[in-house]
């Protein structure tokens, strides 16, 4: 519970006027969120988290109470609703700023950047503020952006309460310094390590389109670049043939960790792949689907029968099998019995008579 | 081919009997038309179900997707060591979740 607090009558209007005022401020919290999170959105900026309040009453009073003569209405209390973003690298900082300028108008007379104030050897690593105000008009609201790590900083801050009436030992403030710094570094070096990625994510992209596979390992990223080239088409539209089957887009992601297990490096490495074992997952297919009458395909069965045959080449037998229905479909002791159909069925084929 | 649509537990099922063939595929899919629009789980219990075709996959994707497209799940319950191969020779296994 909080010390009970002490107002004089200008500090008792005040709060009478917030009374008044608050349930504007509570639409207007909501209206300020929601028009800044689809903003985000439509630009597709994602971050930690936004959050909004209202200021509570106790809360004002106590500001009233230490600087209520500070401010002639209720009007010059510009926090009364805030909202706050925590993005999660710092040049998103800026970006969800330039986002407001354009849906808010900002009052630059209060607006700080707390990133800048600092001294070559200040202390304390803040975020930036603007006071501002729906475009329609309506009380000024403020709004909070920063990192999370600039998030971290201002919470333990607020939590130690170093601000407060004791003097904190010049030794203590230095530690302080000194943990700001880092997460300052550490900030920018998330901000560095991101650019390098998306700088690199782009050279394989260009290396695929090209067709230099040789130099791309396979990732997620990279297989998923692989896979604009269609690479398993050709294998999938004779497939189809067998019975005039539709095919059936789904992700062939799923497939990533069977080809992994396989000991798969490059893209090149599935090229080979697919190379050396299209004609036995050819023979397989046909010998599974003539028999029926099944004209509506996945278009992972390609790859599919590629990685069984490559299991049945290399003396994977039932447990291999398994393995790749385990990891496509989840495990399940009902992929033994899938196992088994491709076990009876790939029997009689030449490719299992000729190892 | 008999199919029965009910609401258990805050989720739709729908009760599949005999064989899903071709010839039946129309009546099917209109008797399973409810499940399009609705905003719930879906279960199909493929219990009493002994054969699909791929007319009868096609209503299941068709499900399937409108499901997915609202964030909601589409469970397989009771599915015959048959009809498991006709999932699996398709290569859409992977796409349902088996009960």
Redesign the interface.
């Known amino acids: 519970m909080g010390n009970k607090v002490t107002l004089d009558a200008h500090g008792e209007a005040l709060m009478q006027q917030y009374r008044e005022l608050k349930p504007t401020l509570e639409q207007l919290a909501k209206d300020a969120f929601a028009l800044l999170s689809d903003a985000l959105k439509e630009q597709g900026i994602y971050v930690t988290a936004m959050e909004y309040r209202v200021k509570k009453e106790h809360s004002l009073e106590g500001k009233i109470e230490l600087k209520g003569a500070k401010y002639k209405s209720i009007d010059d209390i510009t926090d009364l609703v805030g909202l706050r973003v925590i993005t999660f690298y710092t040049d998103e900082v800026d970006k969800v700023a330039a986002i407001a300028q354009r849906i808010f108008d900002i009052d630059w007379q209060e607006s700080v950047d707390k990133r800048r104030l600092h001294e070559l050897d200040a202390f304390g690593y803040n975020s930036l503020h603007y006071i501002c105000r729906m475009k329609e008009g309506g009380p000024r609201f403020e709004l909070q952006m920063r990192t999370a790590l600039q998030h971290v900083w201002s919470t333990i801050e607020h939590d130690t309460g170093y601000k407060g009436d004791v003097k904190i030992p010049r030794e203590y403030l230095r530690q302080f310094s000194r943990l700001a710094g880092m997460l300052e570094l550490i900030d920018n070096e998330f901000s560095r390590l991101r650019l390098v990625l998306t700088d690199y994510q782009r050279q394989i992209q260009a290396l695929v389109k090209n067709g230099q596979l040789k130099d791309v390992p396979l990732s997620p990223d990279s297989f998923r670049n692989y896979l604009d080239l269609h690479p398993f088409d050709r294998l999938n539209k004779r497939i189809a043939a067998v019975n005039q089957?539709e095919i059936?887009p789904?992700s062939m992601m799923?497939y990533l960790p069977v080809l992994e297990s396989f000991g798969i490096e490059t893209l090149e490495d599935v090229q080979h792949f697919i190379d050396e074992n299209s004609e036995d997952a050819f023979q397989l297919a046909v010998s599974?689907?003539a028999v029926?009458?099944?004209?509506?395909?996945?278009?992972?069965?390609a790859l599919?029968y590629l990685c069984l045959v490559y299991v049945l080449n290399h003396d994977g037998g039932r447990k291999g099998l398994k393995f790749i229905?385990d990891t496509?479909?989840?495990e399940?002791d009902?992929n033994n019995?899938?196992a088994d159909?491709i076990l009876e069925q790939a029997r009689t084929l030449s490719f299992m008579n000729n190892n | 081919m008999k199919t029965t649509i009910q609401e258990l537990d805050g989720n739709m099922v729908a009760f599949l009997e005999g064989s899903l063939d071709t010839s039946v595929v129309p009546e099917t899919e209109k008797a399973m038309s409810p499940l399009y629009d609705c905003d719930k789980d879906i279960i199909i219990d493929c219990t009493d179900m002994n054969y699909i075709s791929s007319g009868g996959l096609r209503i299941f994707l068709g499900i399937l997707k409108k499901a997915q497209g609202k964030g909601k799940h589409v469970y397989i319950k009771g599915i015959s060591d048959d009809v498991r191969a006709v999932f699996a020779m398709t290569g859409f296994t992977h796409l349902f979740e088996f009960k």
């Open positions: 089957a059936y789904v799923p599974q689907l029926t009458n099944l004209d509506i395909l996945s278009s992972a069965k599919e229905y496509i479909n989840g399940s009902t019995i899938l159909m």
